[in-house]
Structure formats: structure tokens, C-alpha cells
């Protein structure tokens, strides 16, 4: 998988996929994640990507040109599944989108700005819009962060464990039951009996059963 991401502040992007899982996902090869400067593609002396909007709203607004010059050039070298745009009117973001991208080849993520891009390149160029969440956010690019990491991490051989990221909270729209490691016993709280009991089939009943508390506790609109 590829994954091309548009930024006006690339240096927001820099330290997010260079640490842990993410960062050994590309060193395996699994995934090539490439960040590009949307000023790279101003033709405007001083790289100038953003103007006044017209009819008067207030603040600046990314403009047509770079962000169409920035996605022909990536789309003229590979095809892409997906032109991301990430915006707080976007569709929210759900393991399930996370799951369906994940099987994408090539994606573009183009990040939003704080008072939004001309919209014809939401007409021109993108073909899904998503939000991580009912607050607004400064611009894109955390989002963009939040949306690579769910996604990379799903790629087949990402994670050691085959088997965990099928476990996780969400994937069986439930919360993923709690986990304790050593010591036993931490000053007088202690470990579950069941879980040191050796009894997996025993132990299974107990997450299952935790996972489904949980979630009635705490998110009980998964379970509707
Ligand atoms: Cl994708 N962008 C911004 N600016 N704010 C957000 C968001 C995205 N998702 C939730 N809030």
C-alpha cells in the first residue's frame, strides 16, 4: 500500500509514523507513507497557497490551483482507490471505514485548513470526506495521523499477533475485555483469579463476558 498525504504543515506528520509498529509496517515494506508540502506546488513567488474567500467570509481559504497541480501530479504516476479529504463535515470515522480502506492499494489523504479548501477541489478531485469526531480541530493533519495509524496497522503482517488486531475493541463492535500482567497481586489489587487459573476455556467465558459489561456500561450504543 501507498499512501500520499497534502499538507500545508508537513512538519506536523514528521514524528507520527516514525515510531513503533507504524514505523516498522514501512520498514517491512508493507506500507510507503510519503508526505508532500502543498506549497511545493504554489506558482506563486512567495508559495503563497491560501487567499481571501470570496463574498466575504471570514479567514483564508486554500486555493484551487496548488491542490489540483498537487493531486494531478500524484494521480499521473499511480492510480488511486481514494482522494481522502479530511474535514470536520465529513463522514465519521469507524473501525468498518478503516477496514474497507484498508484493502485500498494507493490513497491520497489531502488535509483539511482550519476555514476549509475551495470547494471545487471537493468537486474536481475528492471522493471521500471524513471526520474523526463531533469537535473541529485546528486543520487535517492530526486527522490524516489518526485515520494512517487505524489503517496501517491492519495490513496483513503489521502487527506480530495475526490474531490481535481481529481482537481489538470495535472489531466485534464490542469493548475488548481488560489485561493485567505481572505482578499478581500490586499492593492488595489483584489479578483476576480466573485469568491465572489456566482454564482457557473458563478464561474465554470471562473476556467475553467482560467485553459485553463493558460495553453496556460504557458504549451502550455499540450494542443497539
Ligand atoms: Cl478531519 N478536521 C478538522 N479540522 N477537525 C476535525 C476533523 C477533521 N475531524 C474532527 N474534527
Known sequence: MRIDIITVLPELLESPFKHSIIKRVQEKGLVEIVVHNLRDFSTNKHHKVD?????GAAGMVLQVEPADLAITHLKKQRQYDEVIYTTPDGQPFTQNT?????????????????????????????????SIG?????????????????????????IGDETSALSDSFQDGLLAPPVYSRPADYKGY???????????????????????????????????
Open 190 to 224: 489483584k489479578v483476576p483469579e480466573v485469568l491465572l487459573s489456566g482454564n482457557f476455556k473458563a478464561i474465554e467465558k470471562w473476556q467475553l463476558d467482560q467485553s459485553l459489561e463493558r460495553t453496556e456500561n460504557l458504549r451502550p450504543d455499540l450494542l443497539d
Open 51 to 55: 487567499d481571501y474567500s470570496f463574498g
Open 98 to 130: 478503516a477496514n474497507q480502506l484498508s484493502l485500498a492499494q494507493n490513497l491520497i489523504i489531502f488535509c483539511g485548513h482550519y476555514k476549509g479548501i475551495d470547494h471545487r477541489i471537493r468537486e474536481m478531485h475528492i471522493s471521500k470526506e471524513i
Open 134 to 158: 463531533d469537535y473541529v480541530l485546528t486543520g487535517g493533519e492530526l486527522a490524516a495521523a489518526v485515520i494512517t495509524d487505524a489503517i496501517v496497522r491492519l495490513l496483513p503482517g503489521a
